[in-house]
């Protein structure tokens, strides 16, 4: 829709601030109104739509896309839930774009334009372009080429129909804007206070945000163009990454049943995917047992959330369920192992966006290829410390202790080899992303670790090979055909094994 490229204030944010109501309703009348809207609780309503978006966008890309095409979940539906699983044509693969552009981008792109021409308003202006990459990055991650430069400028230029961007430019602009964004924060002006719900105004935190997509970016970029890969990567490290548990860039949910209630907990919830629809996968399972992970029993449990190994049972990918009846003849589905309905599928469990064990294992991903000194085994002991203990985020059944941890370190010890340590560094990265199916999507994409063995199921798309990206969504070619047809002229074909720019062969 045309209207995905123009503002768009959510239920989210009349759930953040109920005294916005009478202006939200002049929104809807009058876009220039979104003036009236205090640019502070904007930035409320992005943080927080970027963690939701749409639930059904949640469970059909996130969930039953990418988490099952690198085969952590995975599902014996072939329709509106197992196309990931199976490499089949999916309808609804671009609802991660309609989102982003409908409930986050907008916004943000208004928040910017409403902040930038007054000097008070730096530390706003500047979490606002952040916030903007971070959502961009998984965005253009996930598609490659997208609208970028004249997104969400529709009630500022007219333009509803925006070009696609190359993702070489779109990669180039987001490394400037962190760049001047981190450099730009001041103390002494406005503060941005409880408006942000992820740093509470912590401006030191909101650096450690900026450098750490940086280094994400950079290292993303390794392929096509290796000196500025090193040269941002480096920026990156000498700007300051996360290191501190409390860096971690996350969103809290409520315990109500609404929009900012947990959006894969509302979805299990509302749809009872838990039952039949959506189950551990058999390779995400051995990986958790064969090392002896105690994240499985904060990931993993039955559906009435029993955690005992002897009772978890994981669905291997590709099956449909006449194959799940020929493979398994007398199980029921439903006993099969899912998502830990009593700590990770509860509505106050958060939401991860960026980890300090993501830049960590990036970190010791740059030791050992060389991009600078430093200890890659102690950075990759510090990466997994800090996925155990980022899991107490989802309350008591997720804390893992500090025994637990270095029983796990020492049975699995950082390797010998270069080329098993960047298969240790992208196993790690997969654990640590569960889910946040678009970044380990991604990951995978880059490294090619963990190794795994595509499913082939009869009908896919993709010549039994795991999809390298996501298709745009089906009204572009009506609502926006010009600016599509430049994607594909410089991109290639709107296919699942079309690579992006930095996934170069």
Sequence with gaps: ??????????????????????????????????TSIPPSTMLSNVELATATLGRGTIRRTNLSFDMMAVQQLASTETIDGGEGDKYLKSDNAGNLQDDSYTLIINNAVQLIENVKKDPTQINLLSAARIWKVLVFQRLTDAYGDVPYFDAGKGYITGN???NYDKQSDIYADMLKELSEAAAAFDASKTPLGSADIVYNGDLSKWKKLAYSLMLKLAMRMEKQDIAKAKDWASKAIAGGVMSDPTDVCIIKHSSERNDVANPITYTFNSYTLA???????????????STSDPRRGVFVSTVSGDTTLANLKALPNGLDMNGFNTAFPGDQLQSYATLNTKVILTL??????????????LQSEMVVKGWMSGDAAGLYAQAVTSSMKQQAAYGAGGTITDAQTQAYLTANPFPAAAADQLKALGTQYWIATFLNGWESHANWRRTGYPVLTPTNYAGNITNGQIPRRLTYPLNEKVNNPKGLQSSLTNQGKDEYMTRVWWDKQ
């Design 1 to 34: 829709m045309k209207r995905k490229y123009l503002v768009y204030i959510g239920a989210s944010l009349m759930l953040l601030s109920a005294s916005c109501t009478k202006d939200l309703e002049n929104v809807n009348k009058n876009p220039n109104s979104t």
């Design 160 to 162: 509803v129909t925006p």
């Design 275 to 289: 039952d039949t629809k959506i189950k551990i996968s058999k390779t995400f399972l051995n990986q958790l047992v």
């Design 348 to 361: 106050t469990a958060p939401t991860f966006l960026l980890t300090p064990a993501e830049v960590q294992l």
